[in-house]
């Protein structure tokens, strides 16, 4: 059986092709510096809007008491004593603190007390333990806890407004145990940017806490510019992975003191630093 014949379809001209990818080309590349325009308009950036953006990766509690491998250990391991160089650093944790009785033990030579973290939070024991502390006698500091997800000007804002270099017996210190998100050269950036401003309202560098892993993973090789307070809660503290100046180890987060319920960070100090390192210089205590 014949089929009937199919009529034939007409080919396009190679040359239709080619118009169709040349508009298709110019409106891209219209497109483009239109984008291009409005970038150096308003000065924001266009492109990282079209970056896929980084996955959110889990944050691990930090564990001070374990060192990543391999460590190189630039000072020689140092074995933890009971010696009268001591201190504390206490929070809302701890609820009603008894700064008379903890007076008494002379060991405690100096205490921490946490005044801010992130944008907004303000330690509801702040002031009690500010003041109790220094009607004891006890020279005394604070700490704001970084947030690297939160904005670095509302967490300085948040620090300069509760926080009055003047009453200060000792240089602050920033608690950084966080990563955040993104990349680490931001986070970095953040970091620095929160130090320096907390510098220029106390003027001097202030110390940073931070654990063993903490340091040789997000740390390392980039503030060693700053003296450190580090955690390791053992028997023995083996040093960072860089030889940068450590003044005070916290070697427990289960420590007892008399006038204080429940337990307490207990550190003690390396090498030859005493209280003496960590007093603020009259001259240098800023304005409020």
Sequence with gaps: MLLPALPLRKRRPATTHFMQFRTKLLSALLCMATLAHADKKDGTPISPLYLLPEPEQPLSIPQPDRPL?????????????????????????????????????????????KATEGSGYVDDYYLRNLYGAKQAGIPVGVYHFYRPTASVLTQLENFRDNVDPRQQDLIPIVDVEKRGRGSLAHFQRGLRAFLEGVERMFGVKPIIYTGVNFYAKYLRGKFTQYRFMVARYAEEFPGLCEDVPILIWQYSCTGEVDGIEGDVDRSVFLDRYSVADIMLPPLKKGKK
């Design 69 to 113: 491998q391999p460590v190189a250990e630039l000072r020689p391991i140092v074995i933890h004593t009971d010696v009268p160089q001591q201190g504390i650093d206490v929070s809302h944790y701890q609820g009603r603190i008894n700064w008379e009785i903890v007076a008494h033990n002379k060991d405690i030579r100096f205490v921490y007390v």
